[in-house]
């Protein structure tokens, strides 16, 4: 009786990377106004940068923003 063939799985295709920054709200920093802290992440940089509050993070983003 031959030997079962086994067949190896196909690998998964991973999603691709975000294209710009990205905007984190981190619930579990909390500041003094009970607001979560909020963060900037870039792309192909694993460790997000924190900021105070929503606005700074949102200042940060139009700063990267590419002008035309």
């Known amino acids: 009786m031959p030997k079962p063939t086994r067949?190896?799985?196909q690998?998964?295709?991973r999603a691709?990377?975000?294209a710009g920054p990205?905007?984190?709200l981190m619930p579990g920093l909390?500041?003094?106004d009970g607001e979560p802290k909020a963060a900037v992440a870039l792309p192909g940089n694993p460790i997000p940068t924190?900021?105070?509050n929503v606005?700074?993070?949102l200042a940060a983003l139009r700063a990267l923003?590419?002008?035309p």
Do not use: D, G
């Open 11 to 13: 690998p998964r295709q």
């Open 7 to 9: 067949h190896r799985r």
């Open 50 to 52: 924190l900021f105070p």
């Open 22 to 24: 990205r905007l984190l």
């Open 16 to 18: 691709p990377l975000p």
């Open 30 to 32: 909390i500041n003094a």
């Open 55 to 57: 606005a700074a993070a």
């Open 65 to 67: 923003e590419v002008r």
